[in-house]
């Protein structure tokens, strides 16, 4: 079954950096996208950026340049770097795929999300 766990999440300074990481493992017939959306206490759901199978970063514009999308293929795994953390980050983040379990099965698969918090 496929599944996506997130870690990497935590306590960090304002100003500070860290770096996010989404385990990929299961069976499936082809991955479109690997992404990151987060949730803070009180908000929906606000999307973050996304990475295609062939490497290309599409991002959210109220990441204003902070945040960095990756793909590491050999590990099935994606990781978000975020740089300058503000306080209005502290959010839960998840990890999000897009992919097929067969040739016209398209599915989404989210992992269970990891808490970042960042202080002031």
């Known amino acids: 079954q496929v599944q996506l766990v997130e870690s990497g999440g935590g306590l960090a300074q304002a100003g500070g950096s860290l770096t996010l990481s989404c385990a990929m493992s299961?069976?499936?017939?082809?991955?479109?996208?690997m992404g990151w959306y987060r949730q803070a206490a009180g908000k929906k759901r606000e999307f973050l950026a996304f990475?295609?199978?062939?490497?290309?970063?599409n991002y959210a514009d109220s990441l204003k340049g902070r945040f960095a999308i990756s793909r590491d293929i050999a590990k099935n795994t994606a990781y978000l770097r975020m740089n300058s953390l503000k306080p209005e980050d502290t959010a839960v983040y998840y990890c999000?795929?897009?992919?097929?379990?067969?040739?016209?099965?398209?599915?989404?698969?989210w992992g269970q999300g990891t808490q970042v918090t960042v202080s002031s």
């Open positions: 999000q795929a897009d992919l097929l379990l067969a040739m016209s099965d398209r599915r989404e698969y």
């Open positions: 299961g069976v499936i017939y082809a991955l479109n996208t």
């Open positions: 990475i295609t199978a062939g490497g290309a970063a």
